[in-house]
């Protein structure tokens, strides 16, 4: 089974700086990877994904993230964030095909905090 | 589009209680799933349904009931509520072919005493 790593709980960062979340899986043939982000107390909404082509994927608010597949890592980047970017931060990889759908495996989660 | 509601927002119930987390989706979604977020364990999948009439299990299934009558609804049973069923439960939703995005809930925060 997947497993994915993010090992940093919390992040705090100051506003303008660049800041990078770190994500771990566990290898596999082929990978689906994603970001989500979750605003206080409001559900995940997708940030970026990886499926495949250039390793480089840029998403929404700025964010970009790298798929490096020998090192197993998918690492979140912002060259500068602002207050709003305040939130958690998901890495997700999605399983293998079973019982008719794929599922997907969650980090434990980032806490970006951007002070002023 | 109202995407996927869950209701209610916040609930608080005694240990032994029972009661139903609600999930919709307006978006013709064959697959829908019920998540727990902890702190400090990310989200775990409870139970998942590939279309009305078919549900499985996710990584953390005990306690909790689910069913699927119907494309749109998705409900989350908790037969006997427990101090460690407290938690943070999200309802999701996405096409089953190919890659499709996850839609989410904006969550239910279940407070067991």
């Known amino acids: 089974a997947q497993s994915v790593t993010q090992l940093d709980s919390q992040v705090p960062v100051f506003e303008e700086a660049p800041v990078e979340l770190r994500c771990n899986y566990s290898s596999s043939v082929s990978v689906y990877l994603f970001w989500y982000v979750q605003y206080p107390n409001q559900g995940l909404q997708l940030l970026l994904k990886?499926?495949?082509?250039?390793?480089l994927v840029k998403g929404i608010n700025g964010f970009e993230a790298e798929f490096n597949k020998s090192q197993t890592s998918f690492h979140l980047r912002k060259p500068s964030v602002h207050i709003s970017d305040t939130a958690e931060y998901f890495c997700?990889?999605?399983?293998?095909?079973?019982?008719?759908?794929?599922?997907?495996?969650f980090g434990t989660g980032t806490r970006l905090k951007v002070l002023a | 589009n109202a995407g996927v509601t869950q209701t209610p927002k916040f609930q608080v119930l005694k240990t032994g209680q029972s009661m139903t987390l609600q999930c919709a989706q307006d978006?013709?979604?064959?697959?829908m799933s019920w998540y727990r977020q902890d702190p400090g364990m990310g989200l775990r999948l409870i139970h998942y349904s590939v279309g009305a009439g078919i549900t499985d299990q996710g990584e953390v299934p005990n306690g909790y009931n689910v069913s699927r009558s119907t494309t749109e609804d998705f409900p989350l049973r908790l037969l006997s509520a427990a101090p460690s069923q407290t938690s943070v439960y999200f309802c999701a939703s996405k096409r089953t072919s190919g890659y499709n995005e996850q839609f989410f809930g904006p969550g239910t925060r279940l407070t067991v005493l």
């Open positions: 997700a990889v999605r399983e293998g095909y079973t019982s008719g759908t794929y599922k997907y495996i």
């Open positions: 990886y499926l495949s082509g250039s390793t």
């Open positions: 978006m013709n979604h064959e697959y």
